[in-house]
């Protein structure tokens, strides 16, 4: 049976929402598709929390209907089997590649690159290869930057399993790494871990020994023995082990893991904390780093998920603070969709995020943007607060200021560029005639 499209779920269950209300059996419906949908792709978390969603609201349902808990109850019991049993090697579709935003805050590189993830892959495939002859010419050779552009273009061939041509890219981004971070930096780990999973992937298991058992101990000295980065080392580690017969070395790794997991807890929720922390000291390179990692672990967030927009938030109040106004204005931009999604066109928080990027456009000279923003945030603001609300005040004289920018910037033009009336060609004949 093929799986339904999650994107495509979710937009009918706001509809259904909207029209049936939160608690309709409607939306119940849904939310077992939903469910079903991410058992398939093995998101037991997920799946978990949309079926037992469904099952309150069917359970307070009247009528009662048997045979749609009955449903429910048995794809619960499949998502917590499954969930149980440790993951195996072969259950997984396709090789992956890392890109673990561990936070490297020495030597401080700027990404360069923003590779475009193309439909089909070939084209991506074909710009990331332009982008990592751009960034080398840029950078005159090895750089943070063209490391991490190398491993997205191995990750491109993963999909299409072009596998020998993932290997000289991951051994090119791991020396690299390795030339300007130290072979014990933390960072490296993610290379080795990338070359391990390739070298599992292909059967030659001595040499995914050698990178885990590598990757698995500069993690441990960095991070201790139950940091999430290091189990997910060691889940791999021991996957390999088991494919050698080795099943005591593997079953005292899987226990690792689930120590790790219960010991350390939510990744989100730590580099969360980091992040503000870093923040609040003013160390906004290192917010910067945190918050990067935190967006990256929103990947498979629900797009309401509050979680994602205080990502959102936060990393572009980090880019606010380095004046990186153009790496803050699509954070903002993602935030306000959000925010206008979930709760209509006319709650406070769409006014507030609506005056973030309005601000965000006025420090770039983009006022004609930043007035329409502005002015979205006063009539919001004007109905909920009222127009003496100090708040209200403020925004009304940003929008008046911004509009009065956009005027000026648009007489400037057009006193550079005045124009000319110019005749048509049948004007031109019709003289030409006449001499």
């Known amino acids: 049976m093929k799986t339904e499209s999650i994107d495509v779920l979710e937009k009918h269950l706001k509809l259904q929402a909207s029209i049936h209300g939160p ?36 359970e307070a349902a009247s009528p009662v209907d048997p045979s749609s808990i009955a449903e ?63 960034l080398k010419q840029a950078g005159g050779g090895d750089s943070i930057a063209v490391a991490d552009a190398l491993n ?50 292909k059967g030659n298991y001595q040499l995914a020994e050698t ?45 690792l893991v689930a120590e790790s997991r219960t010991k350390y807890g939510s990744d989100w929720e730590k580099l969360k904390s980091s992040g503000q922390k870093a923040l609040e000291d003013g160390n906004f390179l ?37 004046n990186k106004f153009d790496k803050a204005e699509p954070l903002c931009k993602q935030v306000l969709q959000i925010a206008e999604s979930m709760l209509g066109p006319e709650h ?23 007035a329409i923003l502005f002015q979205q945030a006063l009539a919001i603001g004007e109905k909920f607060l009222g127009s003496s609300h100090p708040d209200v005040v403020q925004i009304r004289d940003s929008h008046s200021r911004a509009r009065d920018m956009a005027h000026r910037q648009l007489e400037e033009k057009l006193k550079k560029e005045p124009g000319r009336w110019n005749k048509s060609g049948w004007w031109k004949a019709y003289q030409k005639d006449q001499e």
């Not at 058992?213 to 940091?227: C, D, K, N, V, Y």
Request: aromatic fraction near 8%; include cysteine.
């Open 348 to 370: 406070t928080d769409v006014a507030l995020a609506a005056n973030n990027l309005a601000l965000v456009c006025e420090k770039q000279g983009k006022y004609a943007e930043a």
């Open 152 to 201: 997205r273009l191995a990750e491109l061939y993963s999909r299409k399993e072009m596998l020998d041509e993932m290997e000289p890219l991951l051994k090119e981004a791991l020396r690299m790494r390795e030339a300007i971070c130290g072979e014990s930096h933390l960072s490296v780990s993610t290379d080795l871990k990338n070359l391990g999973r390739l070298y599992l992937f």
């Open 211 to 255: 990178f885990l058992a590598r990757a698995m101990a500069i993690r441990e000295r960095s991070l201790g023995p139950f940091h999430s980065y290091v189990a997910d080392v060691a889940e791999l580690y021991a996957r390999l082990l088991r494919k050698v017969d080795r099943l005591p070395e593997a079953e005292k790794l899987e226990a």
């Open 23 to 58: 608690n309709s059996v409607q939306v119940a419906r849904v939310l077992v598709r939903i469910g079903s949908a991410l058992l398939e792709q093995r998101r037991y978390s997920d799946a978990e929390e949309a079926l037992r969603r469904a099952l309150s609201i069917e």
């Open 286 to 322: 290192e917010a910067q780093a945190f918050w990067l990692a935190a967006l990256e672990e929103t990947a498979d967030f629900r797009f309401d998920d509050p979680r994602l927009t205080m990502t959102l938030e936060n990393l572009a109040e980090v880019y606010w603070r380095r």
């Open 72 to 134: 429910i109850k048995h794809l619960l019991d499949r998502v917590l089997q499954e969930k149980s049993q440790p993951a195996s090697f072969d259950d997984l579709d396709i090789l992956k590649v890392s890109s673990d935003k561990i936070p490297a805050f020495t030597p401080t590189v700027e990404p360069l690159y923003n590779i475009k993830k193309a439909d089909p892959i070939d084209t991506a495939i074909a710009d990331a290869q332009l982008e990592i002859h751009r």
